[in-house]
């Protein structure tokens, strides 16, 4: 009886249980915690800094003030921002302290062999593990001695007649003179010790093998008739070389170093008074292809940029300025010669081509630009001036610049020059329409200008009139040489070469050399070093005892002395 009114009591407990959790209300749902959106951790910075020393002595001797200088680059950090640390090996105890200075100046040095070592750290600490280096050697001298005697050499002069145009000099001599020899243009190999001459009104290339000590024509294979007006080298290989000939009619291509070439042919695309003024050649690009580019003029504004692709021998030539997209000026009533053209560094990148060009036909209605042309490589096309502001007029605020013909114009790019980057759109340009030994005549406004992406500044290089530009280094970190066609302030038959270690100022400080270069019209250029400059130079209408020579300076610019192909 118990157990059967125990189990009636559970069954009414369960039951009342059951109804009094049904009468309470059901609790409200929780709204879980966002979580926040992961964010990526922004990428650690191990990219050590490059560094790189841009102007060292050369044939130093002891107690003399010497001066070193570099400059760096990162991925991440501002060229301004990296620190440097240097190491005078035989001299300093240790490295110096990481600090902003690009230079350095020793005094009293003895004499001995020395090797100063640079190191670069970037803004996150990161410090490069291979220092830039560079051994000098400080030459004793006596209380009567004041400088280098350089070793006896043996001079050889090779009488050259109207018959007999090609020079056949020993290759082991050291200092070559060559009667009527002019020097037109020069090109200096990016690496090694390999220099070029143009003597262009007696159709001659010469090769130098040892930095301009010792030369050997290297032009007898080429068939093309005097005046040989415009030369170049590849900026990456200095085998590639390239020459007009024949007037500017024809070019002529070697990929050997000039032991065989080619002719391309350019004559056959030519119009009717269409001559070549200028040339480039591109670094490689795709399947070690490289680009060889000229500007023509016909004094009228007819003018035309042409390529030839090339790898081996050359290609076809193709047109890429008539019709193409944005080669016109909006002023131009006809059209443009072009008289300087150049790649930039970063071709295989930005795709750029820069040009100076003058319109015509009217010398006072016409006007002088910086073209930039961006290539297509895929289709072999080109846009011109799509960058605003672009063409961009090279002269003063207010004042007009000539039409064409202009006599000289030139180019010079710093290494870290960038089409395709407006801060890295830095350019140097000069032109000029005085013809050489003429009293100036033309318009004054022709100067040394920097072009920064679209906004022009004169540089003030006169009184002299510059023909040629060379530039070493990078924007912030460079040096700027002018050649000038005759020096006003120097009463010999000499050039004159100006110097500034500050070209991206907006008033740079300029030196005009001591001992200038004899012979005229300067033609300029750095080792890849930056430690010397060459200058070749040649005679103005065939003016007497103009003393034309290939010469160096060691000093930045301010004292030249011939080494080869001097005329006697």
């Known amino acids: 009886m118990i157990n059967k009114y125990f189990i009636i009591l559970l069954l009414i407990l369960s039951l009342f249980l059951c109804c009094k959790q049904s009468a309470e209300p059901a609790p409200s749902p929780v709204t879980p915690t966002p979580t926040p959106p992961t964010q990526e951790p922004e990428p650690v910075d191990t990219t050590e800094p490059t560094v790189e020393i841009i102007t060292a002595p050369v044939d130093a001797v002891e107690g003399q003030e010497i001066t070193f200088q570099w400059t760096g680059s990162d991925d991440r950090t501002l060229t301004s921002d990296i620190t440097y640390s240097y190491f005078l090996e035989n001299h300093d105890d240790d490295y110096s302290p990481f600090t902003s200075a690009t230079a350095i100046t020793y005094s009293d040095l003895p004499a001995g062999t020395y090797i100063l070592y640079v190191k670069s750290r970037d803004g996150a600490v990161n410090i490069s593990s291979h220092p830039a280096e560079i051994e000098i050697v400080i030459a004793e001298i006596d209380g009567e001695e004041q400088e280098v005697q350089p070793p006896e050499i043996e001079l050889i002069i090779i009488e050259v007649d109207e018959e007999e145009q090609q020079v056949q000099p020993p290759v082991s001599s050291q200092l070559l003179m060559v009667t009527n020899s002019e020097v037109s243009r020069i090109a200096v190999a990016s690496y090694g010790k390999i220099i070029y001459a143009l003597d262009s009104p007696n159709g001659r290339i010469y090769k130098s093998d040892h930095e301009g000590f010792g030369w050997r024509v290297i032009s007898t294979r080429i068939t093309g008739t005097p005046t040989w007006d415009a030369f170049a080298i590849a900026q990456d290989n200095p085998d590639i070389i390239a020459v ?65 692709i090339f790898n081996m021998f050359p290609g076809s030539w193709s047109d890429i300025s008539t019709g193409a997209n944005g080669w016109q000026p909006p002023s131009s009533t006809s059209g443009v010669d072009i008289f300087a053209i150049e790649y930039s560094p970063a071709f295989t990148g930005d795709g750029t081509l820069l040009a100076v060009v003058a319109s015509g036909p009217n010398a006072n209605t016409g006007d002088t630009f910086l073209y930039t042309g961006r290539r297509d490589l895929s289709v072999n096309t080109c846009t011109w001036n799509q960058f605003p502001g672009y063409p961009v007029e090279i002269c003063q605020a207010g004042m007009d610049t000539p039409g064409t013909p202009l006599t000289f114009a030139d180019l010079a790019l710093p290494g870290d020059y960038q089409g395709s980057t407006v801060s890295q759109r830095h350019v140097y340009a000069c032109w000029t329409d005085d013809l050489p030994g003429s009293t100036p005549a033309g318009n004054n406004n022709d100067d040394v200008y920097r072009i920064d992406d679209s906004i022009c500044y004169p540089l003030q290089a006169k009184p002299d009139i510059i023909c040629s530009l060379a530039h070493y280094g990078f924007y912030r970190q460079g040096k700027l040489l002018a050649g000038a066609i005759t020096s006003k302030a120097i009463k010999c038959p000499c050039s004159q070469v100006y110097l500034t270690l500050n070209p991206q100022s907006t008033c740079p400080d300029w030196q005009h050399s001591l001992k200038p270069p004899t012979g005229y019209n300067s033609q300029v250029a750095w080792s890849p070093d930056g430690g010397i400059a060459y200058s070749g130079t040649s005679s103005i209408g065939g003016a007497a005892y103009d003393q034309s020579a290939f010469s160096r300076s060691t000093d930045n610019g301010l004292t030249w002395n011939q080494i080869g192909l001097i005329d006697t």
């Open 244 to 308: 007009a000939t024949d007037a500017g009619t024809e070019v002529w291509l070697s990929v050997d170093g000039g032991d065989n070439f080619s002719r391309t042919n350019l004559s056959a695309n030519l119009g009717g008074g269409e001559r070549v003024k200028c040339i480039a050649i591109s670094p490689a690009y795709g399947n070690n292809s490289h680009e060889l580019a000229v500007g023509t003029s016909t004094g009228n504004g007819n003018g035309k940029v042409w390529i030839n």
